[in-house]
C-alpha cells in the first residue's frame, strides 16, 4: 500500500505561479514512476506531466509544456509540479498518482485525494 499526500494548491492570479508537492509513504520501494493528473467538473481526469522513477525524460501535456516542470524529490515518492505562466484554464483539481509494482496492476495504481488549484483572470 502506498498513500499519497498532495499540498500546495491555492488561487493566484492569471500569470502567477504555484508549486505542488506530493509526499508518498508506506511501500514506496515499488514506485516506478509518478505523475500529476487534473480534473475539472464534468470533464475527464488528464495527465498533466510523468516522470519515470530511474532515468528518461518528463513528459507534459501539450497545453503546459514550457510552462510546468515536474521534478523529484531526494525521497524515494516525492514529487513536485512548478506551475509558471498560469491559465485561467489551468483551474482543477490536481492529483498526484504513482505508479507501482504489484501483481495485476498497471499504471498508475494509488492516487492522492488532490489539491485545487484556481487561476483568477
Known amino acids: 500500500q502506498v498513500h499519497l499526500v498532495e499540498s500546495g494548491g491555492g488561487m493566484v492570479q492569471a500569470g502567477g505561479s504555484l508549486s505542488l508537492s506530493c509526499v508518498a509513504s508506506?511501500?514506496?520501494?515499488?514506485?516506478?514512476?509518478m505523475a500529476w493528473f487534473r480534473q475539472t467538473p464534468g470533464k475527464e481526469r488528464d495527465t498533466v506531466a510523468q516522470?519515470?522513477?530511474?532515468?528518461?525524460?518528463?513528459t507534459y501535456a501539450d497545453s503546459v509544456k514550457g510552462r510546468f516542470t515536474i521534478s523529484k524529490g531526494d525521497a524515494k515518492g516525492t514529487i513536485f509540479l512548478r506551475m509558471n505562466s498560469l491559465l485561467p484554464e489551468d483551474t482543477a483539481v490536481y492529483y498526484c498518482?504513482?505508479?507501482?509494482?504489484?501483481?495485476?496492476?498497471?499504471?498508475?495504481?494509488?492516487w492522492g485525494q488532490g489539491t485545487q488549484v484556481i487561476v483568477s483572470s
Open positions: 498518482a504513482a505508479a507501482v509494482q504489484e501483481p495485476g496492476a498497471s499504471s498508475y495504481n494509488y
Open positions: 508506506g511501500q514506496t520501494s515499488g514506485i516506478y514512476a
Open positions: 516522470i519515470a522513477w530511474w532515468g528518461g525524460t518528463p
